[in-house]
């Protein structure tokens, strides 16, 4: 139980990547309370490294733990998107899910559960929780690495107009409002990152080294342009933040002692 004389509280010692419910009431100055408010919830950030398989979801299920979905009509400007303009979804249903593999769309990952995206003339976007990136010393390094599948319903590559087709790995540094791009793979021709690579599955590996001290919220963003049906689907499993080995650490403050002849 806290207690503040004005209207905000600050609180310290809560734990990582929990949910906690708030009620909050008046305490008047003849000793009398007011009602509970209504409850209100809030998931606290995460401390990378950080993991999840989707293995402890139950299929057909809201995102939940800090995960959460976002659909509009909008598309990608100037590699940025704005939540503000999206819509939260909070029903699971045709467009989205926790789903199982099945013998025709079958990601890498040999997990047993995965977090599913339709995508059908609208642009999709799955986030997760936020994620404390601790301060880096010199020579270690963060990866963001994950599983992904971007295929037709029936199985095999997406169909329809190709190139309104599109796939960003998005991060967030201002609480959520705005999704800034890390990487993008597009079905234009000639461009760096394919996205028809990912029609069997795909194993994706990204440096975010560069948000050392951070707290910070990654985005998985489909984006389409056309109505065809076939549905587009997009499915996500192992999701890792984890230090990285890229870089050697310098060897510091040897000694040598006890040498004999």
């Keep these: 139980l806290f207690y503040s004389d004005s209207n905000s509280l600050h609180v310290e010692g809560l734990l990582s990547d929990m949910i906690y419910t708030v009620y909050v009431r008046s305490l008047c100055a003849n000793g009398e309370t007011s009602a509970w408010s209504e409850p209100m919830s809030f998931h606290t950030a995460c401390t990378a490294?950080?993991?999840?398989?989707?293995?402890?979801?139950?299929?057909?299920?809201?995102?939940?733990?800090?995960w959460s979905v976002y659909s509009s009509s909008n598309m990608l400007v100037d590699n940025v998107v704005s939540l503000d303009s999206y819509t939260a979804l909070t029903n699971p249903g045709t467009y989205w899910s926790y789903a199982a593999p099945d013998s025709m769309i079958n990601i890498m990952s040999g997990t047993t559960v995965r977090a599913r995206l339709a995508d059908y003339y609208t642009n999709s976007i799955l986030t997760t929780p936020f994620i404390v990136i601790p301060e880096l010393e010199d020579g270690l390094g963060m990866t963001l690495s994950f599983n992904a599948q971007i295929c037709s319903d029936q199985g095999g590559p997406v169909q329809g107009d190709a190139n309104t087709h599109s796939f960003h790995v998005l991060v967030s540094e201002d609480g959520g409002h705005n999704y800034n791009v890390?990487?993008?793979?597009?079905?234009t021709e000639g461009a760096d990152y394919n996205y028809q690579n990912f029609a069997d599955g795909m194993k994706v590996e990204l440096d975010i080294t560069q948000y050392s001290g951070k707290n910070i919220s990654i985005g998985f963003y489909v984006q389409?342009?056309?109505?065809?049906?076939?549905?587009t689907y997009f499915f996500l499993d192992s999701v890792d933040i984890e230090y990285n080995d890229a870089a050697c650490i310098e060897v510091k403050g040897l000694e040598v002692s006890d040498i004999f002849t």
């Design 49 to 66: 490294p950080y993991q999840n398989d989707f293995d402890s979801y139950t299929i057909g299920t809201a995102p939940s733990a800090g």
């Design 182 to 187: 890390l990487r993008s793979w597009l079905s």
């Design 224 to 231: 389409s342009g056309s109505s065809y049906y076939p549905y």
